[in-house]
Nanobody, 115 residues
């Protein structure tokens, strides 16, 4: 098992940046894949980006070129650098980890993009 805790959310103006962190309760070195998802009010949870243990990344089209996912195995932490934020990026952002054929989720962190 692994517990995940997101942080770094907040209120930012359009065009601004935020960096989200996802801290794991154990080493992430052997975690097959980790990812970021988001859920806006009244909408389904949707993929933002994923990263494998080998460092391969995948992005949803609507964040490609603006967001960067990364992981620091030494700190047991995954990150999401978000640049050029838009109002439509407003959502609760969740991280997850796929480990031993099970999917674990954090509690989420709110990101609000508004002037």
């Amino acid at each position: 098992q692994v517990q995940l805790v997101e942080s770094g959310g907040g209120l930012v103006q359009p065009g601004g940046s935020l960096r989200l962190s996802c801290a794991a309760s154990r080493s992430i070195f052997s975690i097959d894949a980790m990812g970021w998802y988001r859920q806006a009010p009244g909408k389904q949870r949707e993929l933002v980006a994923t990263i494998t243990s080998g460092g391969s990344t995948n992005y949803a089209d609507y964040v490609k070129g603006r967001f960067t996912i990364s992981r620091d195995n030494a700190k047991n932490t995954m990150y999401l650098q978000m640049n050029s934020l838009k109002p439509e990026d407003t959502a609760v952002y969740f991280c997850n980890a796929f480990l031993n054929n099970a999917l674990f989720w954090g509690q989420g962190t709110q990101v609000t993009v508004s002037s």
